[in-house]
């Protein structure tokens, strides 16, 4: 038990609950409400009803993909800020794939999440390629690129992709056969959640089984060493990148053919950016990123209640999920200082 | 407090379930120059961080008279500053607020002059070799006047030429009063060296002697608690054939290789003498694979000039035991499996197709803690963790698990304690017995003397010399190291 406890994971939640909790008290102590009413409809909104905590689950789905991602990236000693930008092209790959594909569902599906997942990886490899070629700053790389592609989106629905049939800044509604199941009726909540945690599951296996993730770590942990054993660094970080952004694509996608039926540029609200404090949280091991993603959907969907019963302003949500990111952050910054 | 400058009583310093420092008392008189001993994890450098200060006891008092300073085993230097900016650092001379360079640079330059230290003030660090890197931290240290300097196997890295001028400086340090403690494992050095030393074993003090009254042996006996294991027996051998090196130039500036000509065979060790920054980089780097160079390098007759990376090297059959074993060897946050199976990930039996055989990993792991005493003998133990000499029997044993046809040890023995060095030397032995050809990159002339069936010696970025080992000669040797004919 006192190893449980010994666990950076284990510490490192617990530090998020005491942030959570802590500052979030404070915070609606400010705003001149009782912080039981403040977390009573938060968790109310998250749980309450099938609906809602069906919700959390598609918030949770939506940030799990990207977190992957980014945490591969991260394994490989690689920050993937692009998550975002290869999740808003993945989602409009597949919105226009989807349109063209009125197949049988498996094959129109596939094809749809597949597009996603190509277009992500092809926006992350553009990074990679700079950083293996020229070795560019992938920070500042993926930092652009998604400025480059949120434009090229909006550019691409209203201009070149644009369909007389859909409105500004979407792409028109998906053949129903690119639509993915739904597993809880009435609700939004898709096989999305299933593929999330299989590919959590498969990268898993990727890290600790494989030859590629065995590198990938290496490469992360110790380049030199890494070098001298006969990994080529170079390509590790094409690749890295290229599967961090097809994994956020393809979360993009599942955006697209699970929740909203089209490609819309306010596709995400930032989960891109959300998902690498997810996958910092779940200590880039790919189950607790999951648990993590978990939280962070219960944070962003019972914020909507939170405001609405609680009369809690929901960017109280925001505060506490970027002090969390600096509690985490800073631990590992002190942490990293005890050990060189 | 008796004359002494520093006076440690009664020190004890636990580490989770290692106790590191079990009762310790020492004393340290201005003026000597005192040796601390012991094998690796002994508790000899928890005890220099305790005196220093860096390190809080659990119990025991340390009291002193003086300033003072430590020599960090693991340089502790801003690689990009230069070498001023490092030995100033925090205390620069300001002209108003800015920084007074040409003070700054004459400070230093005197206080190097003064202590017969040669380096130049302007040099950023990282471009130095690290004997140089050595001055630059004993300097720093110089610079705040201190009256005790303690010396974490200041040594290790430093070549035969080297290791006496920082002798002549610590001695005349002495000489002026400072009280000097050298924790290290050259017990040749303790006897020429020191006046008293001090051996720990387990956390403890087994034995006191005056320097003048002792010897090697019994220092020796005393640290490992009973006899050193023999040197492995060398077998005859048929030398056969193996690593033909033809106008091999690698590198550039002062530490390239120029022109290197020699062989290898396989069941032989070939010794390559040299001071540090004499070309050896060059040489074992292009033996890697890990830097462009011009020439041919043949194993076994085929040329391995197609692709010049570590894993057709690797492929090849080349291994190489890397100078610094924490950045170019080991993945310090990983387990000692994972490190076994570095590097021979590629290749069957580890490598399954894409997979990565956890079950191969586990047998080569449990050979290398067997035949090479790792401890602990816990596979799932994180390397960095380890001690020095624990973690060098993990890059040699993996090398040598791995069957090599050529293997490139590049100072194999670099502060490791005396019972680890052996180990490793007996295994290299052992290598050369069962035919594999051994390119030993050495600054201790002892260990190419003890193991090389043939001696090389490199000055200036060439190969300057060979002998047999029927008939090499020491003073020749030595004299060719310094650039002599």
Do not use: C
Not at chain 1, 110 to 115: C, E, F, H, R, S
Not at chain 1, 264 to 288: C, D, K, M, Q, R
Not at chain 2, 96 to 111: F, Q, S, T
Not at chain 2, 295 to 314: C, K, M, N, S
């Amino acid at each position: 038990m006192a190893a449980f406890f010994r666990l950076r994971i284990v510490r490192d939640l617990g530090i998020a609950l005491i942030v959570v909790f802590g500052v979030g008290s404070i915070a609606m102590l400010l705003a001149h409400v009782s912080p039981f009413d403040g977390f009573y409809a938060l968790f109310d909104g998250a749980f309450g009803t099938t609906s809602e905590f069906a919700e959390t689950l598609v918030s949770a789905t939506a940030l799990l993909f990207p977190a992957l991602g980014v945490a591969l990236a991260f394994r490989a000693g690689l920050f993937n800020i692009g998550a975002e930008g290869q999740l808003v092209l993945g989602g409009l790959a597949a919105g226009v794939i989807g349109v063209f594909v009125p197949g049988p569902p498996v094959v129109s599906i596939v094809a749809t999440l597949l597009a996603g997942a190509i277009a992500g990886g092809f926006w992350g490899g553009i990074a990679g390629f700079l950083k293996s070629r020229f070795g560019a700053n992938e920070v500042i790389a993926t930092l652009m690129l998604n400025v480059v592609a949120a434009l090229l989106a909006t550019y691409a629905v209203d201009g070149p992709l644009h369909f007389a049939t859909a409105n500004e800044g979407e792409t028109p509604l998906l053949a129903k056969t690119a639509w993915l199941p739904t597993i809880v009726p009435d609700t939004r909540l898709t096989i999305s959640i299933v593929i999330a945690l299989l590919l959590a599951l498969a990268l898993r296996f990727v890290f600790n089984r494989t030859i590629f993730g065995f590198e990938l770590r290496a490469a992360g942990e110790a380049p030199e060493a890494a070098r001298r054993a006969g990994v080529d660094l170079r390509s590790i970080a094409l690749q890295a990148m290229t599967y961090s952004g097809a994994i956020a694509g393809l979360g993009g996608a599942t955006l697209v053919t699970g929740v909203l039926h089209r490609f819309n540029t306010g596709l995400s609200p930032g989960y891109g950016f959300v998902a690498i404090a997810v996958a910092l949280v779940g200590n880039l091991e790919p189950i607790w990123i999951a648990v993590a993603a978990f939280a962070f959907g219960i944070l962003q969907n019972g914020a909507l209640s939170m405001q609405a019963e609680a009369n809690v302003p929901r960017d109280i949500v925001n505060v506490i999920e970027g002090l969390v990111i600096i509690a985490l952050a800073g631990r590992r910054y002190i942490a990293s200082r005890r050990t060189t | 407090m008796s004359g002494a400058v520093l006076a440690l009583r009664g020190i004890r310093k636990r580490f989770g379930t290692v106790q590191a420092v079990d009762g310790v008392d020492l004393d340290l008189n201005a003026g000597e120059i005192h040796a601390l001993v012991g094998e690796n994890g002994a508790g000899k450098s928890t005890l220099a961080a305790i005196a220093f200060g860096a390190v809080i006891p659990d119990e025991g008092t340390v009291e002193t008279k003086a300033v003072v300073g430590l020599v960090h085993q693991h340089f502790q230097l801003v690689d990009r500053l230069n070498v001023w900016e490092n030995v100033l650092l925090g205390r620069e001379p300001k002209r108003g607020w800015r920084i007074d360079r040409a003070a700054a640079r004459e400070r230093v330059r005197a206080l190097a002059t003064e202590h017969g230290l040669d380096v130049d003030p302007d040099a950023i660090v990282e471009t130095l070799p690290i004997g140089v890197q050595q001055r630059v931290e004993l300097l720093r240290e110089l610079e705040r006047g201190p009256g005790v300097l303690l010396l974490d196997e200041p040594t290790a890295a430093l070549a035969p030429t080297e290791i006496a001028s920082f002798f002549r400086t610590i001695t005349a340090l002495a000489k002026a009063g400072t009280a000097v403690l050298i924790v290290t494992h050259k017990l040749q050095e303790v006897i020429d060296y020191s006046t008293r030393v001090t051996v720990m074993r387990s956390g403890r003090v087994v034995a006191r002697y005056d320097t003048n009254a002792t010897s090697t042996d019994e220092i020796a006996r005393a640290m490992v608690g009973g006899e050193l294991p023999p040197l492995a027996e060398r077998a005859a051998t048929t030398p056969a054939p193996r690593l033909s090196v033809r106008g091999l130039s690698a590198g550039n500036g002062g530490g390239g290789l120029v022109d290197g000509t020699f062989e290898v065979r396989a069941g032989e060790i070939v010794g390559v003498a040299g001071v540090e920054g004499n070309g050896q980089s060059a040489l074992a780097d292009a033996l890697a694979g890990v830097t462009s160079y011009t020439g041919t390098i043949e194993l076994d007759g085929v040329p391995l000039t197609a692709t010049v990376t570590p894993a057709a090297r690797l492929a090849a059959g080349v291994r190489v035991i890397p100078q610094d074993r924490r950045n170019e060897a080991l993945v310090l946050g990983w387990s000692i499996a994972e490190n076994v199976a570095l590097g021979r990930h590629q290749t069957a039996p580890i490598r399954r197709g894409a997979i990565l055989d956890r079950t191969a990993e586990a047998a080569a792991t449990k050979e290398v803690i067997e035949r090479f005493d790792v401890r602990p003998p816990d596979p799932q133990a994180v390397v960095d963790a380890l001690s020095g000499g624990n973690q060098q029997k993990i890059v040699v044993g993996r090398a040598l698990g791995a069957h090599p046809k050529l293997l490139v040890a590049y100072q194999p023995t670099r502060g490791i304690d005396v019972g680890a060095a052996t180990l490793v030397q007996s295994r290299l032995i052992e290598a050369r017995n069962a035919g594999v050809a051994v390119l030993l990159i050495s600054f201790e002339l002892d260990e190419i003397f003890a193991l090389a069936d043939r001696v090389l010696v490199m000055s200036g970025g060439r190969f300057v010399g060979a002998f047999d080992r029927a008939n090499v000669d020491r003073g020749r040797v030595g004299a060719l190291m310094a650039g002599g004919h």
